[in-house]
Each structure stands twice: as structure tokens, then as C-alpha cells.
């Protein structure tokens, strides 16, 4: 093997973590390299993950909308043996497009793209095995582990890709299927199950959990419990425990709970959380380890306990979003080369692409009550807006959750179509340190789902004014 290069910085890794740090350590004047084991930059992220399954979940979407605005009508159903690739044939485009956008950003911002599996040599020098030519030696100043997850499958869950699928290889199923069933109900498998709901396949989603999603609001996830359990064929199995899966050789999994129930489906999805891509980086011969979970500890700054080396996206655990993901490749690489950093930023919202749709920023009701507020709650039903009934998203809700001490406003929840878009009002309110009555004194286009948060704003500033006038009232 050659000579080791010297670069300042080396990334591993070219998802939303690893393609933001390298752009941010070239954009401060570094020589940058980035290596990649797949033929394209993007990651999970934009081959297996977010960008396919959110092609499939656009033409769900469609079909769901045109059902509640048609279904009275026109009856609209999706063959059984339609191929699932015929329902998601802009995916390929718009994985090439982006994959094309990032590409060119790197070679705008003169980042070198090297084509490899990169392992560690010791703490500041990496070799990268080249799928073409000779193996190469990076040695960088900077070294950042940007190498995202794959899914966790379970010793006793026999994932096959044909019959029994994880999270990366699910939308490789040559059909849709009559029947699925969905193990686990964390963020991937709460998107899949109500994507292929909406599809009309007839879904069980099972989990040792006793509800879906239970970091979020439990008023939010109730309401998403209702929503996939309308769908025909579809429901939660919460509390249960799975005893066996097994494929029976010929055209239906069964899967055995130990309670002694079988579910049987013609498909199953092994949905139950993901694992740091790291065991093939050899990350001893750099002085470190992973955790009891299987992430790489890092600080604030998403520096390891090896002061040059970062660890930043899914590698270092939660919150796993790929918005979160590019701010760490940016914070890293900020600490790391001593420039400003910002103030650290923990309203990040959560973005949970189901069906009905539900994103979350701050304290849920739950959480400021064990922080001790004073807690004050609005709410506004999507059904009573008039956006809400010309989309037809009358399921959805936007809460509110405010000090009504401070009237700060501690937290907001919404589920229903727009949610991932409209949440970013409450962000920024946070932000500002805003308090409700922000959202009463402002106007808001009409018809819009954003006037839900002024719905929510009076409700409580009634409920505000309702205590005053209760405390202000001679006692009887």
C-alpha cells in the first residue's frame, strides 16, 4: 500500500451527515476527501430510506385523497397484482436528480469523491479498499464517522428479502401483497404500515409497546391508533410479544405472539430499529467503541472521546432524522476547525411521515407537566377549519402546549396532511421566546391550515381569562 495522503479533513460516509460536514470543513478553505462505498452519494438516506419510501407514501397520499373526495362516487382500488415498482416510477428520477444535486455540490466545493470501503489504520489514518485501482491510505487532521445504520433484525425474525423483509429491502417486493405484517411501531414501521394501509393492504402492526410512536403525545397517537385502525383489515396489536416467524413454503408468514395468537400474512416487515454501520470500520485501532446500544459516543459538538475524530448522523443514536443529521455534519465540523458554533440548537421538530402525517416540536403535555409548569393546552381540530374540509384532512389536530403562568409556549403537536410544513411556526415562536398571544394578534391567510394555531391560541387565552375571572371572583 502507498504512502498515506494527507488531507485535513476525511469523511466517511456521504448521507445528509457526512455530505454537510465535508461542504461546511471546504467551505472554511480545507482540503477534503469523502469517501463512499456505494456507487452514489446520499446514503440509506437517499437510496434505500427516506427518498424511496416517501415516493411510495406521495402516491398513497394521492390515492387516500382521491378516495375521500371521490369514494362517495368512484370506487378506487389498487389491483392485487399490481407491481409495486408501477407505483413509485418517479422514484428513480428523483433518487438520480438528487443524487446528481449532491455530487455536484461536492465537486462545486472541491471535495475529492473516492469510491470505497474505508476502514481505520490507527487514529488519524484510514485505507480505503477501492472497488477500481489500488487500495489508498487517507491520513486526515480531522476524521469524521459519517456512516449511518442499517436495520436491527432480531436472531429469531428469519428476514429472507423475499418473504420476510427489513426496512432497507421492503420496497424490492415485487407485488403488493394482500396482507402485512408490520413487527415493531417506532418511526419506520408506523410509515410503512399506514403507506401500504393507504395502498389497501390489509395491515397488523405488533409491538411489545403498548402504542405506536410513545415518545410522542399520547392524545397524537391515539388519534393515529384511530386513524389506521379505520382502514379496512388494519390494527395494533400493542403489549404483545412475538414467540416465533415463519414462513410456511408457500404463500403466508405466521407469525406466533406468545399469548398463542397466530397472525398470518402474505408479507412481514421486520421494522425493530437500526444498528451503527460500523462494524466493518475497525474503530479499536482508533481508540474507540460503541456503546450498549450500538452508537459511538460523542459531546454536544459530536466530537468523540478522541478529540480529532467526530461521529455524527445515525452513528452517534437519536434523534435519527436527516434534518438533524445535516446540522450535526455542520456543527462538527465547526467545532472542529475552532469557528463559531452557534447556539445549540434542541428545538429540532420530529417529522414522522405517516398517514395521517404528524410532526412535534418541544415538550409534549406529558413532559411539561413532570417539568412542573403550569400547564395550559389548545387545541384546534382540522374539521373545524375550512382548509381542513376542502383537503379533506378533517382527522388532523394542532396542540398547543403553554406555561400559563409565562404564556410561553412549551411545546406543539400536530397530526394530519401538512404537519411536517406548518410545525416550523411553532418552532420559530419558541425560538423568539414568543408567547401565545403571538398567534392570536397575527393573521393568517384564509383558508390555511396555520390558522390552527390561532384556534388553538384563544382557546387558551379563554381558558387564561376563564382562571383570572375565577380568581378575581369574591369566594363564596
Known sequence: MSTAEPWDVVVIGSGPAGQKAAVQAAKAGKRVCLVERDVGVGGSCVHRGTIPSKTLRETALHLAESRNRLGAHIKIEVPRDLPLASLMDRMQSVVT??????????????????????????AHTVAVDAIQGPARLLQGEVLVIATGSRPRTPADVPVDHENVYDSDSILSMTYLPK?????????????????????????????KSDRPLAFLDREITDRFVEAFELRPGCVFFGGAKVKSVVWNGVDTVVTTLDNGWEVKSERLLCAQGRLANVEDLAIDKA???ISELGHIPVDKDCRTKVAHIFAVGDVMGP???????????????RSALNLPVGKY??????GIYTLPEIS????????????????????AKFAELARGQISGTQDGMLKLVVDGTTQCILG??????GATEIVHLAQMAMMTNADV??????VFNFPTLAEGYRVAALDIVGQLAMRASAAASPSR
Do not use: W
Open 412 to 417: 406543539c403537536q400536530i397530526i394530519g396532511e
Open 319 to 333: 434523534p435519527s432524522l436527516a434534518s438533524a443529521s445535516m446540522e450535526q455534519g455542520r456543527r462538527a465540523m
Open 345 to 350: 440548537v434542541e428545538l429540532i421538530p420530529v
Open 360 to 379: 412535534s416540536v418541544g415538550q409534549t403535555e406529558a413532559e411539561a407537566k413532570k417539568a412542573g409548569a403550569d400547564v395550559v393546552v389548545g387545541r
Open 179 to 207: 396482507s402485512l405484517t408490520v413487527l415493531g411501531s417506532g418511526v419506520i414501521a408506523s410509515e410503512y404500515a399506514t403507506i401500504f394501509a393507504a395502498l389497501g393492504v390489509q395491515v397488523t402492526m405488533i409491538d
Open 437 to 442: 398571544n403571538l398567534f392570536v394578534e397575527k
Open 287 to 289: 481508540g474507540l467503541c
Open 97 to 122: 436528480a438528487h443524487v446528481e444535486y449532491q455530487s455536484k455540490q461536492l465537486r462545486r466545493n472541491k471535495v475529492e469523491q473516492i469510491h470505497g470501503r474505508a476502514r481505520f489504520v490507527d
